[in-house]
């Protein structure tokens, strides 16, 4: 829904925060869906509208692959839209509401994720398994914000992972992580099990479900914009390319600022995005443009995940 219009902020000159400029409204929305019909061409589209409606008319067993941002069940504003907490078993009963408007969308052999945090995560199990096969749960560290007074600090969050059937994509060697080999173990003179590269000592590992090279968005990522729960563009990388393969579909129903379509656009995936608020509709579609002239992931690059702290993934 529009909402009314804000003074542009007055950032510092290296603060890369997307915002939406003068003019960019009228023009980003000619390229806005709003109503949709059980006909209309949905793919690669972005579009402003409740769930529950659009999730309808959306053609059956297109996707493979739901990656699902529900709001936490805590009392937060997202633009125009205000979400409240409310009980456990009520929030449960919500997240079923939607998830079964989805399961006609997606194929027999897709992949869904689902993201929570540790007052939601019990319900996402619960109601996922239902329907779905569970797989794992993924923690990974969201490393930002104060710390907590008379409790433990908020450093992680959940992703849910889950499938359709027991046929699923799940391509290994597209999300391995590099990292650096500390103590290089050598036999007979040369490495064991790790690269010698120009800039250091590599070990390529098999991803696990404890993800610690995230970074949240912040302030000097071109990323970075407004919306208060923004997923980074390399954790929307790891699951796509884990999950699906070139030219498939992608489906996200809590899409805020677009990271999952934009991750998608960038990897040569197709992506259906739902979204309530305009304004984060058009900073998806912002992103969108910017993604055709720059298809870099932050932290993704030689085709490999780069922990933090190393030369090709400084910061990232």
């Known amino acids: 829904m529009p909402r009314a219009e804000t003074p542009i902020k007055e950032r510092a000159p290296r603060n890369r925060t997307l915002t939406l400029l003068p003019g960019d409204k009228e023009r980003l929305r000619k390229q806005l869906a709003y109503r949709i019909k059980a006909d209309a061409e949905t793919k690669d589209r972005v579009i402003c509208g409740d769930a529950f409606d659009v999730l309808k008319v959306l053609p059956a067993s297109g996707f493979s692959m739901l990656f699902a941002d529900p709001p936490y069940n805590l009392t937060k504003t ?63 560290e969201r490393e930002k914000g104060r710390g907590a007074k008379a409790n433990w600090k908020n450093a992680s969050e959940d992703i849910w992972f889950f499938t359709v059937s027991d046929e699923y994509t799940f391509n290994l060697n ?16 040369e490495p064991k099990d790790w690269d010698r590269e120009a800039d250091g000592n590599f070990r390529t590992t098999h991803p696990s479900n404890l993800w610690t090279d995230i970074s949240v968005p912040f302030w000097s990522m071109p990323e970075n914009t407004d919306h208060p729960t923004q997923k980074p563009e390399k ?39 739902i979204e309530s608020d305009e304004d984060y509709c058009l900073l998806a579609l912002k992103r969108l443009e910017a993604a055709n002239g720059d298809r870099a992931i932050q932290g993704y690059s030689d085709g490999v995940f780069w922990e933090r702290n190393t030369a090709r993934g400084v910061g990232r």
């Open 235 to 273: 954790l929307l990388a790891k699951v796509i390319l884990a999950s699906t393969n070139a030219g498939d579909a992608i489906l996200d129903p809590f899409a805020g600022s677009g990271t999952t379509a934009v991750a998608a656009k960038k990897l040569g995936r197709h992506f259906t995005a």
């Open 174 to 189: 597209d999300v391995k992580l590099k990292r650096k080999v500390v103590a290089p173990y050598t036999f007979n003179g």
């Open 78 to 140: 997202f633009g125009a839209n205000n979400f409240g907490s409310m009980p456990a078993a009520e929030y449960e009963e919500w997240l079923e509401s939607w998830l079964v408007l989805c399961l006609p969308l997606l194929s027999v052999n897709a992949s869904v994720y689902i993201c929570g945090d540790w007052r939601s995560g019990g319900a996402i199990q619960r109601v996922g398994e239902r329907f779905l096969k569970l797989r794992n749960r993924i923690t990974w």
